[in-house]
Each structure stands twice: as structure tokens, then as C-alpha cells.
T-cell receptor, first 113, second 115 residues
Framework: NAGVTQTPKFQVLKTGQSMTLQCAQD?????MSWYRQDPGMGLRLIHY???????DQGEVPNGYNVSRSTTEDFPLRLLSAAPSQTSVYFC????????????FGPGTRLTVL | AQSVSQHNHHVILSEAASLELGCNYS??????LFWYVQYPGQHLQLLLK??????LVKGIKGFEAEFIKSKFSFNLRKPSVQWSDTAEYFC?????????????FGTGTRLKVLA
């Protein structure tokens, strides 16, 4: 199993550009989520999904969209990039709802100029 | 609002020193608790977890954590650290309320172990 994969690993955008961060998992996990990691702020939940076709907002959803058309994929879209979105983005998945270990992808380091 | 506090933001230890990292959470109901570790340049990995039963849980690489319900704490310990333990450590809480799928992470503690 590849686990949780993310692409790209690094990305530089200009303010106002849009892009999609890709996330895929091959463990047939129902739950997937996107976090951003900023120095001194830990991991903050952006969006999450409890299954194909079901998504919901986390604590910092503004400026991001998600969709979950398949169990495997959970892309994160930046609609109009801003410097405040410079961060490291992690995708995670887990089996079922609460109480199970989350498996994290390797992260995408995004810089918005 | 539910939150997780990690009071030590940066910790520097010499090899063989003992380690204790604090984690407190604000939620009165039943929780699942986790410690994750992020080695330099790598993604987060699970160190250990507590669901129920014995409040002293053992994880990988000699780490352990104790759940003290009355103190809402889940502190991470290791008797003797190694240089390879240099990493950032995150405490996470999963409140077990109906419809709650979220994990709440602390802000992390950066540990540097001097050889």
C-alpha cells in the first residue's frame, strides 16, 4: 500500500492564482481531512469528509474548497491564493469515524508571493 | 471551545535525560487521545494512543503516556532520550460526541536532543 499520497511536494503561486492540491489514499478509509501547519499554531483542520459525496468545514475553511467524488481522492482547491495561505498542507485519512489512527501524507509546502 | 494545550513549545535536552511533555485538553466528555511525532522533513506518525482501560499506555521507541482524567491531561514521557528523538511532538484529542469526527491538535512541542 502506498498509504496517503500528496502532490505536489512544493508549489509557489502568485497572489490571485488558483490551484489544486491532490490527495489520494489506497486504504479504503472513509474519513479524509486536510490540515494546514503553521509555526506555533500546530495543525488546523481546513475541511474533512466522512465518505464519498460528503464534506464539511473545519476550523479554517475560508479560501478553500473540497470535493469527494470517490473514496480514494480528496483534492483541496485554493480559489484565489493569498499570502496568508503560505503554509504546509497535510492530508490525512482514517478508517471509520472517531477513535482510529489518522495516517498522514508527506505534505505540500505552498508559498504564495 | 474545545482546545488542546501543549505548554512546552521548545525543549532542549541532553542525551539520556528524561523527558516529559505536557498536554491538557478542555472537554468534559469521553475522549480518545493521541501523540504524534514529526521527524525533520517527514510527515506525522503515530507514537501512541489511548482509547480506554489502563491509563498508562506504551508506544513505539520507548515512549509512554499517562491519561489522568481528573486533570484532563495526557503527558508524554520517555526515561532516556536519544539524539534521534529530535522532532516535533503533537498531542491530539478526539472528542467522542455524536457526529464529531474531528481531531483537535495542540500547537506542538519542538524537542531538540543534544548529542
Amino acid at each position: 500500500n502506498a498509504g496517503v499520497t500528496q502532490t505536489p511536494k512544493f508549489q509557489v503561486l502568485k497572489t490571485g492564482q488558483s490551484m489544486t492540491l491532490q490527495c489520494a489514499q489506497d486504504m479504503n478509509h472513509e474519513y479524509m481531512s486536510w490540515y494546514r501547519q503553521d509555526p506555533g499554531m500546530g495543525l488546523r483542520l481546513i475541511h474533512y469528509s466522512v465518505g464519498a459525496g460528503i464534506t464539511d468545514q473545519g476550523e479554517v475553511p475560508n479560501g478553500y474548497n473540497v470535493s469527494r467524488s470517490t473514496t480514494e481522492d480528496f483534492p483541496l482547491r485554493l480559489l484565489s491564493a493569498a499570502p496568508s495561505q503560505t503554509s504546509v498542507y497535510f492530508c490525512a485519512s482514517r478508517r471509520g469515524t472517531g477513535g482510529n489512527e489518522q495516517f498522514f501524507g508527506p505534505g505540500t509546502r505552498l508559498t504564495v508571493l | 471551545a474545545q482546545s488542546v494545550s501543549q505548554h512546552n513549545h521548545h525543549v532542549i535536552l541532553s542525551e539520556a535525560a528524561s523527558l516529559e511533555l505536557g498536554c491538557n485538553y478542555s472537554y468534559g466528555g469521553t475522549v480518545n487521545l493521541f501523540w504524534y511525532v514529526q521527524y525533520p522533513g517527514q510527515h506525522l506518525q503515530l507514537l501512541l494512543k489511548y482509547f480506554s482501560g489502563d491509563p498508562l499506555v506504551k508506544g513505539i521507541k520507548g515512549f509512554e503516556a499517562e491519561f489522568i482524567k481528573s486533570k484532563f491531561s495526557f503527558n508524554l514521557r520517555k526515561p532516556s532520550v536519544q539524539w534521534s528523538d529530535t522532532a516535533e511532538y503533537f498531542c491530539a484529542v478526539n472528542p467522542l460526541t455524536s457526529g464529531t469526527y474531528k481531531y483537535i491538535f495542540g500547537t506542538g512541542t519542538r524537542l531538540k536532543v543534544l548529542a
